[in-house]
Nanobody, 124 residues
Framework: QVQLVESGGGLVQAGGSLRLSCAAS????????MSWFRQAPGKEREVVSG????????YYAEAVKGRFTISRDNAKNTMYLQMNSLKPEDTAVYYC?????????????????WGQGTQVTVSS
């Protein structure tokens, strides 16, 4: 079992920044894939960014490239998402997720464990 706890969400004006954290505990992550997803009201959950725990390979959705940066601290078992130049369309509940399978998947069904989510609201 892997437990994931997100933090760092909040309300920010357009153009501002937030940093999300995802603390993992329980089973060793090995070369797990860790990703951030988001879900806005009335929309499907979509991938934002992902990183492989051991090698650090990353993935970014087109909508966030150049604005968001994913990173991880293996010693702290924590993943981060630095979000800059935020836009109102970034408003959503952000979830971190862990996949113990192979590679860096970008579909929700490939992920085995999920955090409870943290709300990010960007005002215009």
């Amino acid at each position: 079992q892997v437990q994931l706890v997100e933090s760092g969400g909040g309300l920010v004006q357009a153009g501002g920044s937030l940093r999300l954290s995802c603390a993992a505990s329980g089973r060793m992550l090995g070369d797990a894939a860790m990703s951030w997803f988001r879900q806005a009201p009335g929309k499907e959950r979509e991938v934002v960014s992902g990183i492989t725990w051991r090698s650090g390979m990353t993935y970014y959705a087109e909508a966030v490239k150049g604005r968001f940066t994913i990173s991880r601290d293996n010693a702290k078992n924590t993943m981060y998402l630095q979000m800059n130049s935020l836009k109102p369309e970034d408003t959503a509940v952000y979830y971190c997720a862990a996949s113990l399978g192979f590679g860096l998947p970008n579909t929700p069904r490939a992920y085995d464990y999920w955090g409870q989510g943290t709300q990010v609201t960007v005002s215009s």
